[in-house]
């Protein structure tokens, strides 16, 4: 199984797939094949907005901002949380 989170100079990178349109925003755990954290988002695909909701739900989580460094318009995505390491991330989604 391929982690979704790697360490980067700049904090973490965390590889997500987003299921927009969703009842609530959540974590629903790690897809093991895809080496993806699957997060339920339930904002809208529409000009940014599930993209933005992601940002702000791991921003809280992670207690850090988070960026996004590719896949606007796919449901795959790859994440910058800044200044955290590859450990905090996992403690705090609960990866361990």
């Known amino acids: ?3 979704p989170v ?3 100079r700049e904090g973490t990178l965390i590889r997500v797939r987003v299921n927009p349109d969703a009842d609530t925003t959540d974590l629903k755990g790690v897809d093991e094949w895809r080496g993806v954290l699957e997060v339920d988002v339930a ?3 529409v000009k940014g907005k599930a993209n933005r ?3 702000e ?3 809280r989580k992670l ?3 988070c960026e996004l460094v590719s896949g606007e ?3 795959e ?3 910058l949380a800044r200044d955290v390491s590859v450990d905090e991330v996992k403690e705090r989604l609960g990866l361990r």
């Open 6 to 8: 790697k360490e980067h």
């Open 63 to 65: 207690n850090t901002t």
């Open 53 to 55: 909701e992601l940002l």
């Open 57 to 59: 739900f791991l921003g």
């Open 77 to 79: 995505k790859l994440v």
């Open 73 to 75: 318009k796919s449901r």
């Open 43 to 45: 904002a809208p695909p």
């Open 1 to 3: 199984m391929e982690s």
